[in-house]
Nanobody, 121 residues
Framework: QVQLVNSGGGLVHAGGSLRLSCAASGSIVSINAMGWYRQAPGKQRELVAMSTGDGGTIYADFVKGRFTISRDNAKNTVFLQMNGLKPEDTAVYYC???????????????WGQGTQVTVFS
């Protein structure tokens, strides 16, 4: 019912910047939350940043001051601006979304396909 399509990512030198975007399409009434997780090889998936339905933001401590999450509600799209990238930021980044899909209160939660971010020193 909802599709999440990631774009952005790639290969960047340490200290560089990348911008990820995630566009949601389908039967969306409103956004409850959209955000980003990441998973490095051999590690568990972890929260990077989240944009909540009331416009609030949540950041993992390891990205505070470096990454910024923003959202375009008209386009159901969330962005992650990543500055000051470090080699330890290397991971597959996944978009996550929770949406109201019907006025009866039905919701949909799911993941995008993931995009690789590689930071080399």
């Amino acid at each position: 019912q909802v599709q999440l399509v990631n774009s952005g990512g790639g290969l960047v030198h340490a200290g560089g910047s990348l911008r990820l975007s995630c566009a949601a399409s389908g039967s969306i009434v409103s956004i409850n939350a959209m955000g980003w997780y990441r998973q490095a090889p051999g590690k568990q998936r972890e929260l990077v940043a989240m944009s909540t339905g009331d416009g609030g933001t949540i950041y993992a401590d390891f990205v505070k001051g470096r990454f910024t999450i923003s959202r375009d509600n008209a386009k159901n799209t969330v962005f992650l601006q990543m500055n000051g990238l470090k080699p330890e930021d290397t991971a597959v980044y996944y978009c996550d979304g929770d949406f109201l899909i019907d006025h009866d209160g039905s919701t949909w939660t799911g993941w995008g396909q993931g995009t690789q971010v590689t930071v080399f020193s």
